[in-house]
């Protein structure tokens, strides 16, 4: 490293940045106004926000806008803000460059509610974007100031209307994710078969895409009898416009750097060192935005650089190997899981990529018949993914990492890198090959010391995951009426972070939206090969006749090679043996107790969750005749309860006087929507529970709800902020 200073400079620089982000340090001017206006938007009320437009995305039934050089109209002030992202209802265009006023109500980003979960605010703040608005009321008030800005916008928003007159439909949307690098084209089908195969990384402007294109431009710039320095510099200019043009991701970025230096060796006479160059390109992206350096994206782009730096030279499959190697860590970090298959997958997809890429570029150029070459070849990869995602362990879902875990991998990945390295026979190598999946293993050892019980924020919905000491796993209810694709972006996300690759059992209490939307998406994910969860048991509450959904989620449970168990009040479950053993007993549906005019929630699946002295029950929406019915089937157990699920929501029309007084639960969990428009959980329900001595927990307010026991004493955690939901015992 003294033979390049100015590679260790940059490096002691990044180090500095990030020990200055780890410490709360703030790196980056912040707008002068944004504490006034934080503290204005805690009020929802509405206000008038202008900026000029610098991205208009136009879907089937939105439209979003990213609004830059924004200002904050109130009370005859003015206040400076940061991007602000606005979505509008229905595909209305914009024109980019346009300077809009939208009056709305201006929120800030949320940022996660459960463990695993998406954090879109981090993701905002990466962007710049300080404020959402949504539905606002929009005009167009003039023309902005940014004329560069408007021109990139109006060359990409070109570039994907002609991809989509172009080529075909399940077409354009891959192309236009690799060229314009914009992924709201794709079809979620699509994002889940490249993921799984390992080759996520082709959807996105990457290092292999800026060099094709770069050298290419150069070489034919150079065959047009051009002198090499003008053909560099308009080669280097050509690819800083498409930087810019494709939205600065991290990956081009730093190709573009890289190559911009790698030319200007080239020009000078000097020898181009790619340590040097990729630390400069890191370094400068940090500077700009030091949040990347928590970000996965920015992670796995420069680790994959540094292992060719290191390693480069090798056979295709050896430096396949090793670059899984060195990204599996950060990879479980932010993902939780690993595609199987991706070195084979990439040792075929990746030589094929400067193909598609040609070809693209030159139906774009030349349309019309000359769209083929580009279209057979996405969709053969398509076909291959599509294949891969078929085979048994497509992925392996190992939850997130713990410390000694990675502690543990990186001494056994020292050791296999040295011996690779000083064994140069292929046959020497196989014992190192070989050692790869015992590294592996080592993310598998996920002891559970306890039962433990997540309470996830669903939105308006429960959703309930019980992790028993034995091992099994079981999901109780998982749908919202207010959060969208809730079991795709809140509940396989938690089961993905806590190394659930099974769901044994899938209990369904009654069949509301507000119950099932999240089992049906994961039971449709599951039937269409769109992730490696697998479900062994979906459980259903007993129907003398059963309704339509009932039949749907039947049928549904069957095409994802599930069992359906029919279940009512007097079942039980047994999980485990001795200090293991875990009981859960069926409390409800009573047939007895169904009216003339069936009640869904009467007729509320009720669990009863036993495990040492801990009990737990889990009440579904139950209420009426089945809250009766359960009443009388508690008051002859004569038990009380450590915690209770909140029937319901916490509407008033359950979890009555008598039932608390038979229950006299320590823990209350309500599962609620914040801010719904059914007003719950209703006062006159906190009362209760307040009058009972019941220590109440809400995910509308705390977010997710952990509840671990041994079977002795238990501890009750909330996922917000220490100040908005301290630990309780």
Known sequence: MRRRPLCLLCLLVIGVLYCMQVLGIPLRRETPDIRAVDELVRTPFTVDVKGEVIRCEVQDDYTVLLLDHSTLF?????????????????????????????????????????????????????????????????????????????????????????????????????????????????????????????????????????????????????????????????????????????????????????????????????????????????????????????????????????????????????????????????????????????????????????????FAILGLVLGGKFHWPATLLVRLLHFLLDETARLPAVSLILGKPKIWQIAVYAILALIFLRGITVWRTDRKRLVFYAMVPLMVCVFLIRPRPGLKAAFLDVGQGDGCVLMLPDGANVLVDGGSTTNYEVGTWRILPYLKYEGIRRLDYVVVTHMDNDHTSGIRELLESVRDHRTALRVGTVVLPYRDEPTEAWLEMSALAEEAGARMLVVRGGDSFLFGTGKNETRIDVLGPDPSAEGDIPDENAQSVVLGVHFGDFDCLLTGDVQGAGEEALIRRLAGARETWEVLKVAHHGSRHATTEEFLELCLPAVSVISAGKKNLYGHPSDEVLGRLDACGSLVCRTDLQGAVTVETDGKSFLVTTFVTAEEGEPVR
């Open 74 to 358: 109130h009370n005859s002030r003015q206040f400076e803000l940061n991007k602000v992202r606005v979505t509008l209802s229905g595909a209305a265009g914009c024109p980019v460059g346009a300077l809009v006023c939208v009056r709305g109500i201006l929120e800030k980003p949320a940022g996660p509610t459960n463990p695993g979960q998406f954090d879109r605010a981090a993701w905002y703040a990466l962007q710049d974007i300080g404020y959402i608005m949504k539905n606002p009321e929009m005009r167009i008030v003039g023309t902005g100031r940014n004329p560069f800005g408007s021109f990139c916008a109006v060359i990409r928003q070109n570039l994907s209307d002609r991809l989509r007159a172009v080529f075909p439909g399940d077409v354009s949307g891959i192309l236009n994710a690799m060229l314009v690098g914009d992924k709201a084209m794709l079809d979620p089908d699509e994002k889940s078969l490249y993921r799984l195969g390992g080759v996520s990384h082709v959807l996105a402007i990457s290092g292999l895409h800026i060099t094709l294109l770069g050298m290419g431009l150069f070489r034919i710039l150079r065959g047009l009898r051009l002198r090499q320095t003008p053909a560099a510099i308009l080669s280097v200019s050509a690819l800083v416009i498409y930087a810019f043009v494709t939205g600065l991701s991290v990956a081009t970025v730093r190709a573009a750097v890289m190559f911009g230096l790698f030319m200007l060796a080239k020009l000078t006479g000097r020898t181009y060192d790619m340590p040097t160059a990729m630390a400069l390109a890191c370094l400068l992206i940090v500077i700009e935005n030091p949040l990347w350096l928590v970000n996965a994206g920015f992670l796995l782009s420069f680790t994959a650089v540094v292992v060719i730096c290191a390693f480069g030279g090798r056979s295709p499959f050896a430096s396949g190997v090793i670059l899984y190697v060195c990204m599996l860590p950060v990879i479980l970090i932010f993902y939780y899981e690993v595609p199987v298959y991706s070195v084979p997958v990439n040792l075929v997809v990746v030589p094929l990529m400067p193909f598609v890429l040609g």
